[in-house]
């Protein structure tokens, strides 16, 4: 009795949490893989080649593939297969945090993928320190017309980032205590795509807002296909959010 085999079968296990996920949030799809230890809130191989299998499974040729920021989409990228699509175009979804060596940045996660696509890229920064130079770059032609190719897009993936007891490194220089504090107070859980979430998945108007340049909340939700990626109990509350918000049509996650 030392050693027992036993043989499982955790893919009918795995498909019925997928039902359940489309189901009560009215998703188009989901996908679970096996919980793997150790990750944290990072996600693991295993979810990002599932979350990469979905998107060349939701593109083609001539499709436009829109992209945020992050380790979850980093790590998608990453596991996502060489395809010869020339026709197609990556596109990131807002700008960039400015360390050029971080592959977690919108322009080098968007870079990344179109090793085998086109790509445009949003060469300008994340967050603005004056809301009317970010009004004025918002307006250029590069910018607006990058902003709305994203918008028209037929897939995108973005990543689902918590806010509370730890700050995305990505976010972390513009998080000043004055924010915080607003987000606390408007019960602020979650963050996509640029975007601050509370708990109910309405969209918090912080003072980072206007500031920000990235791809509009709704214009998200126009976009067929929003794939969100994001792992692990840490990230629970923050895709709750998301969900109830109808910001993502898609899901992929682990089983815990």
Known sequence: GVVTVTVAHPIER???LEKRLVDAFGLKTARVSEATPGNGSDVGPDVAR?????LLESCGPHSVIAVSNGRAVAAVVHHTPERSWPSSTAVAMLGSVGESFNT???PDVCRNLSLRLRFRSLTVPLVFDSLALARAVRE?????????????SDIALTGVGTVGTSVSPLL????TPEVVRECRKRNVVAHVCGHHLDASGRHVHTALCDRTLCLDPERLREIPLVVGVAAGPDKIVAIRAALRGGYLSALVTDEA
């Not at 599932?50 to 979905?54: E, F, G, V």
């Not at 972390?172 to 998080?175: A, F, L, Q, S, V």
């Open 14 to 16: 795995l498909m019925a």
């Open 50 to 54: 599932t979350a990469a299998d979905l």
């Open 104 to 106: 977690e940045d919108g």
């Open 140 to 152: 250029e032609d590069q910018v607006a017309t990058t902003l709305e190719l994203a918008a028209r």
């Open 172 to 175: 972390r220089r513009w998080m």
